[in-house]
């Protein structure tokens, strides 16, 4: 399935442009559903989105999302319900431990009392992008998922979830787990108690799973971003830093949208000032992306889209009405061109982005060379530690495994260029391999 994940700046438009994609592609003739966690109220503006109610489904069939809107043809809308899911899953929890709660004499909490806390939103965005991806496509049959994400540092965030929950599991139950399950029955009758070990390998297990396939479905070459920005004098700051932060994590930058476009040419002082501003700044855009990445210039329609496409206006184009005939993905008609459908992608594993350059008989080195476009010199950081190399962006770190080669290796240096992170390692004598 193709991903399109929208985000970028806070305030820029990210729900409009979202929806602007998912748009264009059901006009290709693609069935596009657009998911969004937005809770401002724009969804119901612009879309027609309920809001959501509380689950009645089991929690093996319950989705984090409303029941879908068709708010055009060919494209459906719903929003990710993060408080409710989060209820239904600790709802779901505390019933599979009741016998572990009674133990210890808790008390449940009832589903009345339960409160979103933060980061449920992120965990609910994973569980929706694995839930649609999983849905069967005889019922579901969507062609292209747009996902309305967070401003970009918390995006980034998100899409590192997976990994770094994964890299958490393997340290606090490593593989020796089996001899813990052969002592198990012994413990137990010293203790007096039954172990929980059983269930809660079986429950890290099932989060590894889990946390697999959305990691594969973030790093498949079918998912791509989209960074939105309000063209201005701190837009290209921030976008260098989610730029860096989506490539410490692989993360496909198909296209920036610079949204809200003032005209140019104007008589008007006030607007003609704040036109050049979005005009120097779309020049520093297009010379810091283009032409690796596409910027699109998207106008400003001087209203709301809806009310573009609002009945009281006879000169705009009418879309499809939605439910009660109040006319559903209304002045994104006129954003549908420019912002571009997204093009299709394979669903396969992306190549890898790290590469090592192997330079033994000239300078006696290995360069891993990663990619980091937009990453300032003074913000990065490195450490080496064991078979790990742990990479700091600004606010952004990964732990990434040494490749085999550089395991039997020492760092002797590294430098950045031209949004590449050269780093040098020179052969240990006593691991790396003598030639005969």
């Known amino acids: 399935m193709r991903t399109v994940l929208v985000t970028g700046t806070g305030g820029a438009g990210r729900t409009t442009v979202a929806a602007a994609t998912a748009l264009a592609a059901a006009r290709e003739g693609r069935r596009a559903l657009l998911l969004t966690a937005d809770r401002d109220g724009t969804p119901e503006a612009l879309l027609g989105l309920p809001t959501p109610r509380p689950a009645t489904a089991t929690s093996a069939e319950r989705l984090p999302w409303s029941p879908p809107v068709e708010a055009a043809p060919g494209m459906w809308a719903a929003r990710i319900a993060a408080d409710d899911w989060f209820r239904g899953e600790l709802t779901s929890l505390q019933e599979r431990g009741s016998g572990a709660l009674d133990m210890l004499g808790a008390t449940p909490l009832d589903p009345e009392e339960l409160t979103g806390l933060p980061g449920t939103e992120a965990f609910a965005v994973l569980r929706a992008l694995r839930a649609v991806h999983d849905a069967d496509p005889a019922a579901a049959g969507w062609d292209v998922l747009v996902v309305d994400m967070p401003p970009a540092p918390d995006t980034v965030a998100v899409l590192a979830l997976p990994e770094q929950l994964r890299r958490y599991l393997r340290r606090l139950l490593p593989a020796e787990r089996q001899a813990a399950r052969a002592l198990r029955p012994m413990l137990a009758q010293l203790a007096g108690v039954p172990m929980p070990a059983q269930k809660l390998y079986e429950t890290a297990g099932r989060w590894e799973r889990e946390l697999a396939a959305v990691q594969a479905l973030i790093e498949s070459e079918a998912t791509t971003v989209r960074l939105v920005v309000d063209p201005g004098p701190l837009a290209d700051r921030a976008l260098r830093t989610a730029r860096a932060g989506l490539a410490l994590y692989g993360c496909r930058?198909?296209?920036?949208?610079?949204?809200?476009?003032?005209?140019?040419?104007?008589?008007?002082?006030?607007?003609?000032?704040?036109?050049?501003?979005?005009?120097?700044?779309?020049?520093?855009?297009?010379?810091?992306?283009?032409?690796?990445?596409?910027?699109?210039?998207?106008?400003?329609?001087?209203?709301?889209?809806?009310?573009?496409?609002?009945?009281?206006?006879?000169?705009?184009?009418?879309?499809?009405?939605?439910?009660?005939?109040?006319?559903?993905?209304g002045g994104l008609a006129a954003l549908v061109a420019p912002v571009g459908a997204p093009e299709p992608r394979p669903d396969r594993p992306a190549a890898e982005p790290w590469t090592v350059e192997d330079r033994l008989a000239d300078e006696g080195e290995l360069v891993w060379r990663l990619p980091l476009p937009g990453a300032d010199r003074d913000a990065l950081g490195l450490v080496r530690r064991g078979d790990e190399l742990i990479v700091t962006v600004g606010p952004f770190h990964r732990v990434l495994p040494l490749p085999s080669a550089l395991r039997r290796c020492t760092v002797s240096g590294a430098g950045l260029r031209d949004g590449r992170l050269h780093v040098r390692f020179a052969p240990d004598p006593e691991l790396w391999p003598r030639s005969l």
Do not use: F, Y
């Open 253 to 329: 930058v198909e296209a920036v949208v610079a949204n809200r476009l003032l005209p140019t040419g104007t008589a008007d002082p006030w607007l003609a000032a704040l036109s050049g501003q979005q005009q120097a700044a779309l020049k520093e855009l297009h010379g810091e992306w283009a032409p690796d990445v596409p910027v699109r210039e998207l106008p400003h329609l001087g209203r709301d889209p809806l009310e573009a496409n609002s009945p009281r206006d006879p000169d705009a184009p009418q879309d499809s009405a939605g439910p009660g005939g109040v006319p559903q993905a």
